[in-house]
């Protein structure tokens, strides 16, 4: 799959967010937020879009080689990559709510990072650095409700 083709896709995948996030509804009128839930998916969505369509502007097409330096590749192992970031987001679809987001963010951006072969030790401290940030900045900063899991006792200091 070339970059192009791979830009895209991106592209597509983000216009269908921005189609959807646009159809979600307005902000209560009871509520001091002057924006709704389609706030954060429609910038997301437009961002996605945008990396997509410089994705496909700026490579060149990719020149064809007949033998492969990596195995890996060739052998089919390249998909591995996508398919454990899939298998995260299912992960955190289904285990948010009993385990929480501090932690459950944690463990899988360490799995990320760990896979992208960022050191241990430099992957914990992001990990738990960046949960703990995302976390404070969406649940106090823009007042999205997260859960807490098992880290609820905590939740008065968090």
């Known amino acids: 799959m070339t970059d192009r083709m791979l830009g895209a896709?991106?592209?597509a995948l983000g216009v269908v967010l921005l189609v959807m996030s646009i159809q979600l509804p307005a902000p209560m009128a009871a509520t001091r937020i002057s924006y709704g839930p389609g706030f954060f998916p429609t910038i997301l969505s437009i961002v996605i879009v945008v990396a997509g369509v410089v994705m496909c502007a700026l490579n060149a097409p990719e020149p064809a080689y007949e033998d492969e330096d990596d195995d890996s590749e060739s052998s089919g192992m390249s998909y591995w990559r996508?398919?454990?970031?899939?298998?995260?987001a299912i992960a955190y679809i289904m285990l948010v709510g009993i385990v929480g987001f501090p932690v459950l963010a944690a463990i899988i951006l360490f799995i990320l990072l760990k896979m992208g072969k960022v050191g241990t030790g430099l992957s914990a401290l992001i990990a738990l650095i960046g949960a703990l940030v995302i976390y404070l900045i969406?649940?106090?900063l823009?007042?999205?409700?997260?859960?807490?899991?098992?880290?609820?006792?905590?939740g008065g200091y968090l």
């Not at 996508?82 to 995260?88: D, E, I, N, Q, S």
């Not at 823009?142 to 905590?154: A, C, D, K, R």
Request: charged residues 5%; contains cysteine; glycine residues 12%.
């Open 9 to 11: 896709g991106f592209a």
């Open 82 to 88: 996508p398919c454990v970031v899939g298998l995260a």
């Open 142 to 154: 823009l007042l999205v409700p997260l859960p807490l899991g098992v880290m609820s006792p905590l």
């Open 138 to 140: 969406f649940a106090r």
